[in-house]
């Protein structure tokens, strides 16, 4: 079973940093490229970092030089440092799977204040 519990989310001042965990489980995580997903309210939820099992990462264009995204494939976990946040970048962040499992966590919710 698949389960993915999203942690680390807060508010944070323009400019400030936060540091996004998930613990996954369900025996795909080390074999598998896992993301880091955004949605804005009433938006659709967009991967905005990625990184495949072996580590090489990737970023949507508006992420690139502020996020970092890190994985540990003995503990399941997927990390996601985010440094500099607009406010842009607040919303629900999600991981999973790339692409994606139909079942999502619980998200954590980002929030930048000016």
């Known amino acids: 079973q698949v389960q993915l519990v999203e942690s680390g989310g807060g508010r944070v001042q323009a400019g400030g940093s936060l540091r996004l965990s998930c613990t996954a489980s369900g025996g795909f995580f080390s074999t598998s490229a896992m993301g880091w997903y955004h949605q804005r309210p009433g938006d659709l939820r967009l991967l905005v970092a990625g990184?495949?099992?072996?580590?090489?990462?990737n970023y949507a264009d508006s992420r690139k030089g502020r996020y970092t995204i890190s994985r540990d494939n003995d503990k399941n976990i997927l990390v996601l440092e985010m440094n500099d946040l607009r406010p842009a970048d607040a919303g629900m962040y999600f991981c999973?799977?790339?692409?994606?499992?139909?079942?999502w966590g619980q998200g954590t919710r980002v929030t930048v204040s000016l």
């Open positions: 990184i495949t099992s072996t580590g090489r990462d």
């Open positions: 999973n799977k790339v692409p994606p499992f139909d079942d």
